[in-house]
């Protein structure tokens, strides 16, 4: 099993959700870690996902609660 770390520089944390930028509706979008790497996304650990600001005038969808994936 291949362990995903969070693409933040200097991090090197577990990545525990995908955030995709859509950038032809300025969404930010934080999903459930993703299978497979596609552009313009990125894997976050807990801390940057909870930390996660998006640029000025962008919306951020948020689709997991971050520190609940134990239940799953
Ligand atoms: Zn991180």
Same mark, same amino acid.
């Given at each position: 099993?291949?362990?995903?770390?969070?693409?933040?520089?200097?991090?090197?944390?577990?990545?525990?959700?995908?955030?995709?930028?859509?950038?032809?509706?300025?969404?930010?979008? $934080?999903?459930?870690?993703?299978?497979?790497?596609?552009?313009?996304?990125?894997?976050?650990?807990?801390?940057?996902?909870?930390? $996660?600001?998006?640029?000025?005038?962008?919306?951020?969808?948020?689709?997991?609660?971050?520190?609940?994936?134990?239940?799953?």
């Amino acid at each position: 099993m291949t362990v995903r770390l969070c693409s933040k520089v200097a991090c090197g944390q577990d990545a525990v959700a995908t955030l995709t930028y859509d950038y032809a509706d300025a969404m930010a979008v $934080l999903g459930p870690l993703s299978y497979r790497s596609e552009p313009h996304s990125y894997d976050l650990c807990p801390r940057h996902a909870e930390r $996660l600001s998006a640029p000025q005038g962008w919306q951020v969808v948020r689709h997991v609660v971050v520190g609940s994936q134990e239940a799953v």
